[in-house]
């Protein structure tokens, strides 16, 4: 499946974005999404994931409360609504595809990678 991000971009702190992750080439609905996102000189680290129908979302511990991920399977579209961003979440965001489950939090376990969406939060 091949995956595309979009919607980032250059806010303050406070402000909303909602990104977006579509989707083509293979069945959208047997795929679980995750985002993750990256800072310079670390690890990807993850986000926030959902499972195939939507029905199970889960989320790090510092964005609950303010991101929100939720999919269309028609549209083939999984989203990230961000809401009061911090400069802390500053990042490249990538989404990602496996076919195993929505509670996946380890890069390795998904198959397949969008190409990333900057996000940057000014203080």
């Known amino acids: 499946v091949q995956l595309q991000a979009s919607g980032g971009g250059l806010v303050q702190a406070g402000d909303s974005l909602r990104l977006s992750c579509a989707a083509s080439g293979r069945t959208f609905s047997t795929y679980s999404v995750g985002w993750f996102r990256q800072v310079p000189g670390k690890e990807r680290e993850y986000v926030a994931s959902i499972g195939r129908d939507g029905s199970t979302t889960f989320y790090r511990d510092s964005v609950k409360g303010r991101f929100t991920i939720s999919r269309d399977n028609v549209k083939e579209v999984v989203y990230l609504q961000m809401n009061n961003l911090k400069p802390e979440d500053t990042a490249v965001y990538y989404c990602?595809?496996?076919?195993?489950?929505?509670?996946?939090?380890?890069?390795?376990?998904?198959?397949?990678w969008g190409q990333g969406t900057q996000v940057t939060v000014s203080s």
């Open positions: 990602g595809a496996n076919p195993r489950g929505a509670g996946r939090t380890a890069r390795y376990e998904y198959d397949f």
